[in-house]
């Protein structure tokens, strides 16, 4: 992770880099958010290509894609979270522990404050493959929850794999499982494909601040015991 001694911290520059991460983000998304809702090009762009995604005709693309979205529902990611959690915990690496529950359930909370505000409606009824959700479309919890999940594991792992081959590969893995899981809401017509760009960046940005936060908090651990 970032130094563990709390002056190397300071002066870390990938300190430095995470602040500003975040902070492009946390902007981009606003950005994005309100060009969704106010600007007409920006939302028809938007609608262009999420029918462009729904339009596809692969056989079996639409039972995959519901396994994927019954994947990335918040109850399979809470149970995937605590187990992997209490792995982390048992191995004794209690810091990676609390980051990981800490970025799925505080991201995915803020995430849902988030869809209250934004407000954007779903896609029309009729475009659904599966039943719509009831809730706002903007940012995707999907999207989102699945993204803090695999993006928080990939980073742990390749934090503490020694084997980098092996780190790199379940890195990669885990970026494919949240696009797969991303992208197969807008397949099945719940989400346009701006929901889930956003749910990126909220992601992304807020990834940063729970690196940084964990980065932090284990750096005063061993400032503690030293």
Same mark, same amino acid.
């Given at each position: 992770?970032?130094?563990g001694r709390r002056e190397s911290w300071q002066r870390d520059p990938r300190v430095g880099m995470l602040v500003i991460? @975040? /902070?492009?983000?946390?902007?981009a998304f606003v950005l994005l958010g309100v060009a969704l809702l106010v600007f007409p090009a920006w939302i028809r762009i938007d609608l262009a290509v999420s029918e462009s995604i729904r339009s596809l005709e692969v056989p079996?693309?639409? @039972?995959?894609? *519901?396994?994927? *979205?019954?994947l990335g529902d918040f109850l399979p990611m809470l149970l995937l979270t605590v187990a992997t959690a209490a792995l982390f915990y048992a191995r004794g690496n +209690? *810091?990676?522990? &609390? *980051?990981?529950?800490?970025?799925v359930l505080s991201g995915?909370?803020?995430?849902?404050?988030?869809k209250l505000l934004f407000a954007r409606a779903r896609p029309a009824l009729e475009v659904a493959r599966i039943p719509l959700p009831e809730t706002y479309s903007f940012p995707s919890g999907h999207a989102l929850t699945s993204l803090l999940f695999f993006g928080t594991l990939a980073f742990l792992v390749?934090?503490?794999?020694?084997?980098?081959? +092996? /780190?790199i590969a379940v890195a990669v893995l885990c970026v494919v499982a949240a696009l797969t899981i991303a992208l197969a809401r807008v397949y099945l017509g &719940?989400?346009?494909?701006?929901?889930?760009? /956003?749910?990126?960046?909220? /992601?992304?940005?807020?990834?940063?601040?729970? &690196?940084? &936060?964990s980065a932090?908090?284990?750096?005063?651990?061993v400032d503690e015991q030293s």
């Amino acid at each position: 992770m970032l130094p563990g001694r709390r002056e190397s911290w300071q002066r870390d520059p990938r300190v430095g880099m995470l602040v500003i991460i @975040a /902070g492009s983000a946390f902007a981009a998304f606003v950005l994005l958010g309100v060009a969704l809702l106010v600007f007409p090009a920006w939302i028809r762009i938007d609608l262009a290509v999420s029918e462009s995604i729904r339009s596809l005709e692969v056989p079996g693309l639409r @039972a995959f894609c *519901t396994y994927a *979205t019954r994947l990335g529902d918040f109850l399979p990611m809470l149970l995937l979270t605590v187990a992997t959690a209490a792995l982390f915990y048992a191995r004794g690496n +209690r *810091t990676s522990a &609390v *980051t990981l529950v800490l970025a799925v359930l505080s991201g995915s909370a803020f995430g849902w404050a988030l869809k209250l505000l934004f407000a954007r409606a779903r896609p029309a009824l009729e475009v659904a493959r599966i039943p719509l959700p009831e809730t706002y479309s903007f940012p995707s919890g999907h999207a989102l929850t699945s993204l803090l999940f695999f993006g928080t594991l990939a980073f742990l792992v390749l934090l503490h794999d020694r084997r980098l081959r +092996r /780190g790199i590969a379940v890195a990669v893995l885990c970026v494919v499982a949240a696009l797969t899981i991303a992208l197969a809401r807008v397949y099945l017509g &719940v989400h346009y494909l701006g929901d889930v760009v /956003g749910s990126w960046l909220l /992601g992304a940005g807020w990834l940063s601040v729970v &690196v940084l &936060v964990s980065a932090r908090w284990g750096a005063s651990s061993v400032d503690e015991q030293s």
